[in-house]
């Protein structure tokens, strides 16, 4: 099978799975239906158009390459006649960064990739005060959905993974569409299965997702530096 990997990064993201009303919650990793949502955004696709098949029939996952800390915002909105709206809480992962996985046949890719090197509608991490930072697109790989969330290195630039360290990194969270051959009992189910984002009817269907840790190449420990603190005096 044939994958196309995606570098979700930026300032702030914030991928909804339950934001309801004044309190807009943020999943720990991105949600299938945003990150198809954004593909969606990339080929021109209106809101209340049908999703084509293609984009139905995707496989994905994703890894948390640096989870990022969840903050909390305070928004304030009036009406057009000035009447003050109530106060609403939206939440954000702050300097977040995850692998994207997308598991297709290689034109569907193909189309994909170039849709999102030059995309019709801007393209937002969840929500549209969340722009992604280039390189977004991290090419096209000859894996499976489960070797591209293994065998893709870590995407934390290098002069950043020593910081890491300190925090004791030694594993990576996934999580992914089942495979052939896995038994759906083995899977957290969510409704997050993209089926229409018209806002009059916007609908989801329930999906299996397999949570594991994984080690990617890049993320073995190197070894630091003694501490050693420049004198005083002689």
Not at 85 to 104: G, Q, T, W
Not at 128 to 137: D, E, K
Request: proline share 9%; charged share 25%; net charge negative.
């Amino acid at each position: 099978m044939t994958t196309l990997l995606l570098r979700l990064a930026g300032p702030l993201q914030s991928w909804g799975v339950d934001s309801k009303y004044t309190r807009r919650m943020a999943g720990t990793e991105p949600s299938k239906s945003g990150v198809v949502g954004m593909l969606a955004a990339a080929r021109g696709i209106d809101r209340a158009d049908e999703l084509p098949e293609d984009l139905l029939q995707l496989r994905f996952g994703v890894r948390s390459d640096q989870p990022g800390t969840v903050i909390r915002d305070f928004q304030t909105a009036v009406h057009e006649n000035g009447t003050s709206m109530p106060l609403s809480e939206r939440y954000y992962l702050s300097d977040a960064m995850f692998l994207a996985v997308i598991e297709s046949d290689t034109a569907t890719l193909e189309a994909l990739r170039d849709s999102l090197m030059r995309p019709r509608f801007a393209l937002y991490l969840g929500r549209r005060a969340c722009p992604p930072v280039q390189p977004l697109v991290q090419g096209i790989v000859e894996h499976d959905l489960v070797e591209a969330l293994t065998q893709t290195p870590w995407l934390v630039p290098q002069d950043q993974r020593r910081l890491a360290q300190f925090k004791d990194v030694s594993s990576l969270a996934v999580a992914r569409d089942l495979v052939s051959g896995e038994d759906p009992a083995d899977g957290d189910r969510v409704r997050d299965e993209p089926e229409t984002f018209d806002p009059h009817r916007r609908r989801h269907g329930w999906r299996a997702v397999k949570r594991y840790r994984v080690s990617p190449p890049g993320l073995e420990p190197e070894s630091l530096p003694e501490h050693e603190p420049q004198p005083f005096g002689d």
